[in-house]
């Protein structure tokens, strides 16, 4: 599960960085709001990390099937790959903007 898991955000982050800008754009017009949709599939993530540790002594219930789980995982892993994509996009940006003169 561990190396799905790490494909999964790694592809999503680097397809995702391909449309971060224009999601940023789009979207957001402040940069907390964008910082908060870039960091909560994080939050995501860790919450399933914890689910699926709380399996492991719970192997019975329909939740804690290996395919649930997996497939949970998975798309935890795009969201919070797709999130980083969008921080690391707005890292840059907020940078540049700070150091620019306005």
């Not at 449309?19 to 599939?41: G, V």
């Not at 540790?53 to 795009?78: D, K, R």
Request: glycine share 6%; hydrophobic share 50%; charged share 5%.
């Amino acid at each position: 599960m561990g190396m799905i898991s790490v494909a999964a955000f790694f592809m999503a982050s680097a397809i995702g960085t391909l449309y971060a800008p224009w999601f940023s754009r789009a979207y957001f017009s402040k940069y907390s709001m964008k910082f908060l949709a870039a960091a909560l599939p994080h939050v995501l993530l860790i919450l399933t990390g914890v689910l699926a540790s709380a399996c492991s002594e719970n192997e019975g219930n329909i939740a804690c099937s290996a395919f649930s789980l997996y497939t949970l995982v998975s798309i935890s892993s795009i969201a919070c790959g797709l999130g980083n994509a969008l921080l690391w996009v707005l890292q840059g940006a907020y940078i540049t903007d700070c150091t620019s003169p306005t």
